[in-house]
Each structure stands twice: as C-alpha cells, then as structure tokens.
C-alpha cells in the first residue's frame, strides 16, 4: 500500500485500535483476500479450539465468527454461559479458568463487557468482546480492504486476521 494510502488507513481507523493494530490486521487481512481470490485459504487455525459464549439466538454475528473461524481450520463451541454479573466471583474465576483448559480463545457476544472483562482476568486466553459484531473497531476496517471482494468477506477476512493475531 502507498505511503499516502497508509496515512488515509490511519485517520480512518477506530480509534480503540492503535496504529500499529490497524496496521497488522490490515496487512494480515489483505494477505488472506488475495489467498481467497486464488482459491487458496490456509488453514492457520487447524487443531484449534474456540468457544463462542452467546446469551442471544443465532444470528449473523455469531455465523460469521464461526465460519471465520472455521474457514481458517478452527473448531467451534457454541455455548451459553449461565454467567451474569449478579454470579459469584468465584463461579466466574472458576468458568473462565475451564474455558482457558478447554479452548485456545474465546468470543463472547451479548454478554457485559464488565463480565467479559472478568472472564478474561482469568481464563489465561485470548478473550474478545463481540469481535465479530459490527459494533467492534476493528469492523470498520473491512471498509478499508477495498472492493475486489464484498464488504461481508472483508468483514471475515478482518476478523481472520483478528483471530491470527492473537491465536496463531
């Protein structure tokens, strides 16, 4: 990407995500359109385990994480977790240390964010808040891919990235 075209990539980036994060899923991302333009997605996530806590039904946020992730090799669990903020501390410490033996990162959507802080306080794990709803920063990077492929694949290939980055 041209210099000028980095600095626009930049001043438009969620402003949660440092430039140095924008920067790395973008590159990660762009990697893994053009691996999909060619037919050719790797599979960086095979063996892995990943949980996918959800207090809603099935909707298109939680079917992109999962076929994000599994694209990539990953096996997915899709769990309720029977957590509140009015649970026990230690219920939670206990739950979040489980899922850290279980699962190799975890996805949480529709839960408090103050919860899934807690849960990520002790599950030893990557832990994300609604990564792949359109409400998380890094969504709004998906727009910045361009349109060789349609926003809904750059939404995935920005979550992909997302997932690498932490998991891989």
């Not at 590159?27 to 333009?37: E, N, P, V």
């Not at 903020?85 to 410490?93: C, H, I």
């Not at 489980?98 to 949480?108: I, Q």
């Not at 849960?119 to 998380?136: R, S």
């Amino acid at each position: 990407m041209p210099l000028a075209n980095q600095a626009c990539a930049l001043e438009a980036a969620p402003s949660s995500l440092s430039p140095l994060e924008v920067t790395s899923l973008l590159c990660r991302a762009r990697l893994l359109q053009r691996a999909a333009l060619d037919g050719n997605t790797p599979r960086l996530l095979r063996g892995k385990n990943l949980g996918l806590l959800c207090e809603t039904a099935p909707d298109e946020s939680q079917a992109l994480f999962r076929s994000a992730a599994e694209e990539l090799g990953a096996h997915v669990a899709v769990m309720r977790p029977g957590l509140s903020l009015a649970s026990a501390p230690q219920q939670v410490q206990h739950t979040a240390r489980m899922l850290g033996r279980l699962y190799d990162a975890v996805e949480c959507q529709g839960l408090d964010p103050v919860l899934v802080q807690r849960i990520g306080q002790h599950a030893g794990i990557p832990v994300f808040d609604g990564a792949a709803t359109k409400a998380h920063p890094a969504d709004q990077l998906a727009e910045l891919l361009g349109d060789k492929t349609p926003l809904a694949d750059n939404r995935r290939f920005v979550l992909q990235a997302l997932l690498l980055d932490a998991i891989a």
